[in-house]
């Protein structure tokens, strides 16, 4: 049959992000210890956990952050191997994520990025493209002023964010909260396939929560796949995942359904983790 194997274009099948037996270490120690993540595009997922326990790491490790070394498995996207691939490269192809502690780019306007970023993305993936700009810049196909003001007037409204935001350098002097929606506009106008949000419900207060959450359901669909690292039970009240997984000390030990994150919030980890290290200590005979 034709056309069965996924494809840079994801013809033929939904698109995945396929995580495997992933190993990864920063500055020589291993954070990441095997771990093994699906989502398909259309779900879900929650990804919690105690803190340290690597849910930023595996964040980064996606995106491709040079400081970290994969030194076991594999990361899928779209049927490509994207651990080759640089972090372009991987925006390109669809994949976006929210940072947890996003950094200020002083001197480079909130406007000015989102619309390189969008030719960026709107340019399209190759393969072959070089890593590196080399002193050249590439030839884009521009946007149209009229149309890019278009979208992100939609987007601003969307999620309630200020108009002045636009003329401001990305995060300098931005709040929390502004930060986090900052985030979330970028996500909204880029419209990746599979995006990670990394706790991009901290610092939030209940009506940022809110609109946050509003804004990245109305990005929700049949066509995105959203991995949603939180530590609290209320984003989910918003966002209803679809799994909801556990990490600790670098590996998914125990995955559950919409629910679970309650039934984790009354009983925190510790009993988990307990039955985890029983299961890891009790001898294999
Ligand atoms: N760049 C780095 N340099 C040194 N250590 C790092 C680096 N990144 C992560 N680590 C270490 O890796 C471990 C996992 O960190 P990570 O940020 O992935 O945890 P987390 O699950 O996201 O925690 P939190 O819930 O607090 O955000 C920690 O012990 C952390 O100190
Ligand atoms: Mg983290």
């Known amino acids: 049959m034709e056309n069965m194997q996924a494809n840079a274009n994801g013809a033929g099948q939904p698109v995945q992000l396929i995580i495997r037996d992933l190993h990864a270490s920063v500055e020589g120690k291993e954070i990441l210890r095997g771990v093994d993540l699906t989502v398909t595009q259309g779900e879900t997922h929650a990804l919690m956990g105690p803190n340290g326990s690597g849910k930023s790491t595996l964040a980064n490790v996606i995106m491709g952050h040079p ?89 601003m409204q969307l999620l309630k964010v200020d108009s002045t935001f636009v003329n401001r350098y990305i995060n300098e002097g931005f709040s929390g909260g502004e930060k986090k929606r900052a985030e979330i506009l970028q996500m909204a106008m880029l419209q990746p396939q599979m995006a990670i949000l990394d706790e991009t419900d901290s610092g939030l207060d209940i009506d940022a929560l809110r609109v946050v959450s509003e804004g990245v359901n109305a990005l929700r669909g049949p066509n995105l796949g959203v991995l949603i690292i939180t530590h609290y039970q209320r984003i989910l009240n918003y966002i209803t995942p679809d799994h909801v997984h556990v990490m600790y000390k670098g590996r998914i030990i125990r995955s559950g359904g919409p629910d679970y994150a309650k039934e984790l919030e009354v009983k925190g980890y510790e009993w988990l983790i307990q039955t985890v290290e029983e299961d890891v200590t009790a001898p294999t005979a």
């Open 67 to 155: 400081k970290y070394q994969v030194t076991h498995g594999e990361i899928l996207f779209k049927g490509l191997n994207i651990l080759e691939l640089s972090p372009d490269k991987r925006a390109r192809l669809g994949l976006f994520l929210a940072f947890q502690y996003p950094s200020s780019v002083p001197g480079v306007t909130v406007g000015n990025f989102l619309r390189r970023a969008l030719e960026a993305k709107r340019d399209g993936f190759d393969p072959n493209a070089p890593a590196q700009p080399s002193g050249q810049m590439p030839k884009r196909k521009g946007i149209p002023p009229a149309e890019f003001r278009k979208l992100l007037n939609e987007q």
